[in-house]
Protein backbone atom coordinates (compact mmCIF):
# COMPACT_ATOMS: atom_id res chain seq x y z
CA UNK A 1 0.00 0.00 0.00
CA UNK A 2 1.65 3.32 -0.80
CA UNK A 3 1.77 5.88 1.74
CA UNK A 4 0.05 9.33 1.24
CA UNK A 5 1.94 12.53 2.33
CA UNK A 6 0.24 15.01 4.30
CA UNK A 7 2.91 17.21 3.95
CA UNK A 8 2.72 18.35 0.44
CA UNK A 9 5.35 18.26 -2.48
CA UNK A 10 8.89 17.44 -1.34
CA UNK A 11 11.82 19.25 -1.48
CA UNK A 12 12.49 17.52 -5.28
CA UNK A 13 9.36 17.68 -6.88
CA UNK A 14 9.29 21.97 -5.62
CA UNK A 15 12.94 22.38 -7.56
CA UNK A 16 12.28 19.97 -10.95
CA UNK A 17 8.99 21.83 -10.93
CA UNK A 18 10.52 25.31 -10.75
CA UNK A 19 13.40 24.61 -13.23
CA UNK A 20 10.55 22.70 -15.67
CA UNK A 21 8.41 26.55 -15.56
CA UNK A 22 11.71 28.33 -16.02
CA UNK A 23 12.90 25.98 -19.26
CA UNK A 24 9.07 26.19 -20.52
CA UNK A 25 8.78 29.84 -19.91
CA UNK A 26 12.14 30.10 -22.19
CA UNK A 27 11.42 27.60 -24.68
CA UNK A 28 7.78 29.56 -25.28
CA UNK A 29 10.04 33.17 -25.46
CA UNK A 30 11.91 31.77 -28.29
CA UNK A 31 10.22 29.91 -30.07
CA UNK A 32 8.09 30.52 -32.84
CA UNK A 33 5.33 27.81 -32.96
CA UNK A 34 3.93 26.77 -36.55
CA UNK A 35 0.89 25.82 -34.98
CA UNK A 36 -1.86 28.70 -35.94
CA UNK A 37 -3.80 28.75 -32.94
CA UNK A 38 0.31 29.32 -31.00
CA UNK A 39 1.30 31.85 -33.38
CA UNK A 40 1.30 35.45 -32.22
CA UNK A 41 0.30 33.46 -28.97
CA UNK A 42 2.08 35.54 -25.66
CA UNK A 43 1.99 32.56 -22.71
CA UNK A 44 2.41 33.01 -18.84
CA UNK A 45 3.82 29.66 -17.31
CA UNK A 46 2.67 30.68 -13.80
CA UNK A 47 3.38 27.40 -12.17
CA UNK A 48 4.20 23.57 -12.06
CA UNK A 49 3.07 20.96 -9.94
CA UNK A 50 5.09 17.34 -9.85
CA UNK A 51 3.68 14.19 -9.58
CA UNK A 52 4.97 12.24 -6.83
CA UNK A 53 7.09 10.35 -9.36
CA UNK A 54 8.53 13.19 -11.45
CA UNK A 55 7.06 11.81 -14.11
CA UNK A 56 3.77 14.08 -14.92
CA UNK A 57 3.41 18.23 -14.93
CA UNK A 58 0.86 19.84 -14.35
CA UNK A 59 1.36 22.83 -16.06
CA UNK A 60 -0.84 26.20 -15.14
CA UNK A 61 -0.61 28.80 -17.49
CA UNK A 62 -2.68 32.33 -18.81
CA UNK A 63 -2.29 33.93 -21.63
CA UNK A 64 -1.01 37.52 -21.20
CA UNK A 65 -3.71 40.38 -21.48
CA UNK A 66 -6.04 38.11 -19.23
CA UNK A 67 -7.38 36.15 -22.04
CA UNK A 68 -9.20 32.40 -21.55
CA UNK A 69 -6.21 30.23 -22.65
CA UNK A 70 -8.92 27.17 -22.86
CA UNK A 71 -9.19 27.12 -26.46
CA UNK A 72 -5.19 26.48 -26.37
CA UNK A 73 -5.12 23.73 -24.26
CA UNK A 74 -5.86 21.66 -27.23
CA UNK A 75 -2.95 22.94 -29.31
CA UNK A 76 -0.79 22.91 -25.72
CA UNK A 77 -1.14 19.12 -26.21
CA UNK A 78 -0.60 18.78 -29.80
CA UNK A 79 2.99 20.39 -29.55
CA UNK A 80 4.11 19.33 -25.79
CA UNK A 81 5.82 16.41 -27.34
CA UNK A 82 7.82 18.66 -29.26
CA UNK A 83 8.57 20.50 -25.32
CA UNK A 84 9.90 17.68 -24.09
CA UNK A 85 12.48 17.23 -26.78
CA UNK A 86 12.84 20.87 -26.08
CA UNK A 87 13.61 20.30 -22.44
CA UNK A 88 15.34 17.16 -22.20
CA UNK A 89 18.83 18.65 -22.72
CA UNK A 90 18.42 21.57 -20.45
CA UNK A 91 16.78 19.62 -17.36
CA UNK A 92 19.36 16.64 -16.87
CA UNK A 93 16.61 14.04 -15.70
CA UNK A 94 16.50 10.60 -16.64
CA UNK A 95 13.03 10.87 -17.59
CA UNK A 96 11.23 14.06 -18.80
CA UNK A 97 7.65 14.52 -17.76
CA UNK A 98 4.56 13.73 -19.53
CA UNK A 99 2.86 18.16 -19.81
CA UNK A 100 -0.68 18.25 -19.13
CA UNK A 101 -1.31 21.84 -19.33
CA UNK A 102 -4.35 23.84 -17.46
CA UNK A 103 -5.67 27.61 -17.25
CA UNK A 104 -4.49 28.92 -14.28
CA UNK A 105 -7.66 30.84 -12.77
CA UNK A 106 -5.78 31.85 -9.48
CA UNK A 107 -5.93 35.57 -10.95
CA UNK A 108 -9.81 35.28 -11.54
CA UNK A 109 -10.29 33.83 -8.31
CA UNK A 110 -8.50 36.38 -6.47
CA UNK A 111 -10.02 39.52 -8.32
CA UNK A 112 -13.37 37.85 -7.40
CA UNK A 113 -12.31 37.75 -3.59
CA UNK A 114 -10.98 41.21 -4.29
CA UNK A 115 -14.90 42.39 -5.79
CA UNK A 116 -16.54 40.55 -2.80
CA UNK A 117 -14.13 42.25 0.31
CA UNK A 118 -15.07 45.71 -1.49
CA UNK A 119 -18.78 45.36 -1.79
CA UNK A 120 -20.50 47.66 0.14
CA UNK A 121 -22.16 45.15 1.98
CA UNK A 122 -19.27 43.57 3.07
CA UNK A 123 -17.84 47.20 4.16
CA UNK A 124 -20.25 48.16 6.13
CA UNK A 125 -20.22 44.66 8.22
CA UNK A 126 -16.40 45.60 8.62
CA UNK A 127 -16.71 48.61 9.90
CA UNK A 128 -19.07 47.40 13.00
Do not use: W
Amino acid sequence: MKRVSATGPSQRQLRVAEEIRHVLADIFLRTEFHDAQLAKVHLTISEVRMSPDLKHAAVFCTQLGNKDVTPLLPALKRISPFLRGQMAPRLGLRVVPDLKFLPDEALEEATKINKLLHAPEVARDLEK
